[in-house]
């Protein structure tokens, strides 16, 4: 039995202690991957909270998962994600509009307009687009992991890659 399996065997008698293993081993992740495609601090908060609720939802109802907890957590991240944009939109962080750019040195005002360009484009492309994007250059999984995330074959998940960085690369050129 895996360390992963032990783990998630400990999870489903909801051991406080296998618990508190997942949340803290997991959740920073979750997190920039939804800061990342969210671009809010408190629905990136919102989204991890939820994930874990529920997981834990899951797991008291005998249907969580048996295996691959990483990908089974992305997964509920990554649909809460999508319900957000469907239900509200995109959103605009305004947590730094307090700042301006002419506060900053030249350089790193360049590099902060060019994350946000990067962002919005990556915000543009297909939800699968996005969740292959994230995982596979921000959160450097690989081609493998992806793909059980996604339910996928390797195969699709190297096409949905492709797609997506084409997309990206026109994205970025028209903004240049």
Excluded at 33 to 52: H, I, K, N
Excluded at 56 to 69: Q, Y
Excluded at 124 to 131: A, D, G, K, S, V
């Amino acid at each position: 039995m895996s360390d992963e399996q032990h783990l998630l065997q400990r999870a489903s008698r909801l051991e406080t202690q296998a618990l508190a293993e997942i949340y803290d081993t997991y959740s920073p992740g979750i997190y920039r991957y939804s800061m990342r495609l969210l671009g809010d601090e408190c629905l990136a908060e919102d989204c991890v909270a939820d994930t874990f609720a529920r997981f834990l939802k899951s797991l008291r109802e005998r249907r969580g998962p048996r295996e691959r907890l990483q990908a089974y957590l992305y997964r509920i991240a990554h649909n809460w994600i999508v319900d957000s944009y469907r239900n509200n939109g995109q959103t605009v962080s305004l947590g730094d509009a307090h700042r301006s750019e002419a506060d900053l040195p030249e350089e790193e005002a360049a590099k902060r307009i060019r994350q946000k360009q990067v962002r919005a484009a990556i915000r543009q492309l297909t939800p699968e687009q996005q969740m292959v994007v994230s995982l596979k250059y921000l959160e450097e999984w690989s081609n493998e992991e992806v793909a059980k995330a996604l339910k996928k074959p390797v195969g699709a998940v190297k096409s949905l890659q492709h797609r997506a960085l084409r997309s990206l690369y026109k994205l970025l050129a028209e903004k240049s």
